[in-house]
């Protein structure tokens, strides 16, 4: 049975940076638990469609339709052993958003849209709502299901906490090396 998860948060940064800093997979080892130690252990990124001409370019690399990602990471704290993830980079859309799912990993199924939209925050001040969506399913049938009540739900909301507290002082750091300042 598929699982979902939903997740917002409201980025004092133009949609521009917040989309290249999430399309960027070299963000993603710095935005997850650090106790999980994720890296990066190979990537075949697909160039990305050709960028709009009135978007901003900000450093870094881009995955676009068809990038493959693998990592690694540890599954539980305090447990050296690894496991791996293969991620495939679907429905990119240049300062919008874009899917990724897992082609092998530790779920039956797993489909994560990441979404950008312009929009003011609480005071009037520009910014952006970074929204995620998580389609995923766990093996094991039933026990699948108890162990996404007991256990995967709230891993989810766990990684998702983290990485919106890095997010911010994360992004100040690619706003400050790409010479803009903003917020």
């Known amino acids: 049975m598929p699982h979902r998860f939903h997740a917002e948060q409201w980025l004092p940064y133009p949609s521009e940076l ?6 960027n997979p070299e963000n993603l080892p710095r935005l997850m638990p650090p106790w999980q130690q994720v890296r990066i252990e190979e990537g075949s990124f697909a160039p990305p469609p050709p960028r709009p001409l009135d978007s901003p370019r900000f450093p870094g690399i ?3 339709n068809g990038s493959r990602i693998l990592i690694s990471a ?5 447990i050296p ?6 991620a495939l980079i679907e429905d990119f859309r240049w300062n919008e958003g874009f899917c990724d799912i897992q082609l092998r990993g530790p779920f039956k ?9 312009p929009e003011p925050g609480p005071d009037g001040r ?26 995967a739900r709230r891993a989810l909301a766990y990684a998702f906490r983290i990485r919106q507290e890095r997010t911010l ?8 090396s790409a010479g803009t300042r903003f917020a």
Do not use: M
């Not at 052993?81 to 293969?86: N, S, V, Y």
């Not at 910014?127 to 039933?142: A, K, N, Q, S």
């Open 126 to 151: 520009p910014g952006t709502r970074v929204t995620d969506d998580i389609t995923y399913e766990l093996p094991l049938g039933p026990l699948g299901a108890l162990a996404n009540l007991l256990i």
């Open 169 to 176: 002082p994360l992004l100040a750091r690619a706003a400050q």
């Open 18 to 23: 917040v989309f290249a800093f999430f399309a």
């Open 62 to 64: 881009v995955a676009g």
């Open 81 to 86: 052993a690894r496991g791996g993830w293969e």
């Open 109 to 117: 199924s797993w489909r994560h849209c990441h979404s950008v939209k």
């Open 74 to 78: 540890r599954a539980l704290p305090r």
